[in-house]
C-alpha cells in the first residue's frame, strides 16, 4: 500500500525539496505552508502520515500534533529546528511518533516514515493505514439542532442557549475564522469592552462537555485570529 505523507512546513524552498523527494521515493505526497491550509486540504486529501514543523505561522505544530492525536491514529512525525529537551518531551506528549532535527538527512527521513507506516499497518491489519477524520466525518455531516449540536457519528451534544447562538455563529461560514471579538459582541451585546477571555471559557467547558458524550467538537482555535468551525 502507498503509504499517504502531508507535510506541514512554512519554508517553500524546503517544503519543494520534501516533496520532490518523497514523490520520488514513492511516497504519496502533498504539502502546504501552515497548519490552517492544512485543514483545510486534509478534509480533500486524507493521509496516513503527517510531517509537523513546531515553528508555524499562526497555529503551531504542538497544537496540529495534540488535534491530531485526539482525532484519529495517524501517524505524526515532528521535524524542526527546535532541539531543547521540553520542546522535545512536549511533543511526545502530545502524540508525536518521531522527532527530528532539521537538518534533517533525507534518506534517514525516508526510514523513519517506512518504519512508521510498517508499525501503522500491523496495528491496524487489514484496513486501511490510518483512520482520516476526512473519512469519519464523510459519511455524515453535523447538523445544529434546536437544543443540540448531533455529531456525524449520531450522537447528541445537549447545547445551553449561549453554546447554541456560539456554534451556529462558527457554522455559518465553515472552515473560515472567525474573530474572538466579533464572537464576544454576538453573544455579549450588551457589553461595552469586550472581554475575550469569556469566548475562551465558553469553549473550553463546550469541549468538556463534547468529550464527557464521546465526541471531539471540530472547533478550532486559530492562534492570534480566532476560532472556526472545520467539519
Not at 463546550?206 to 468529550?211: E, H, P, T, V
Request: charged share 20%.
Amino acid at each position: 500500500m502507498t503509504l499517504r505523507v502531508a507535510i506541514i512546513e512554512d519554508s517553500a524552498d524546503l517544503l519543494d525539496e520534501l516533496l520532490a523527494f518523497l514523490r520520488f521515493r514513492g511516497f504519496d505526497a502533498w504539502g502546504v505552508h501552515s497548519a490552517e491550509a492544512f485543514w483545510r486540504q486534509l478534509h480533500r486529501d486524507p493521509v496516513d502520515i503527517v510531517l509537523v514543523d513546531i515553528g508555524l505561522p499562526g497555529e503551531d505544530g504542538f497544537s496540529v500534533l495534540d488535534y491530531l492525536h485526539e482525532l484519529g491514529e495517524y501517524g505524526l512525525i515532528v521535524m524542526t529546528a527546535r532541539g531543547h529537551e521540553q520542546d522535545k518531551l512536549q511533543a511526545f506528549n502530545l502524540g508525536a511518533d518521531f522527532y527530528l532535527i532539521k537538518p534533517v538527512n533525507f534518506s534517514v527521513l525516508a526510514e523513519t516514515i517506512h518504519a512508521l507506516g510498517a508499525r501503522l499497518m500491523q496495528q491496524h491489519p487489514g484496513s486501511p493505514v490510518a483512520a482520516p477524520v476526512a473519512e469519519k466525518l464523510a459519511s455524515s455531516s453535523w447538523v445544529l439542532q434546536p437544543e443540540s449540536l448531533l455529531a456525524p457519528s449520531g450522537i447528541a451534544l445537549p447545547l445551553t442557549q449561549q453554546e447554541h447562538r456560539l456554534i451556529a455563529r462558527l457554522m455559518r461560514n465553515p472552515s473560515e475564522v472567525c474573530r474572538k471579538v466579533d464572537l464576544h459582541a454576538f453573544l455579549f451585546p450588551d457589553e461595552v469592552e469586550a472581554e475575550l477571555h469569556r469566548i475562551d471559557v465558553v469553549i473550553s467547558r463546550l469541549r468538556n462537555k463534547a468529550r464527557l458524550h464521546g465526541m471531539t467538537l471540530p472547533i478550532r482555535a486559530i492562534f492570534g485570529k480566532g476560532l472556526a468551525f472545520i467539519p
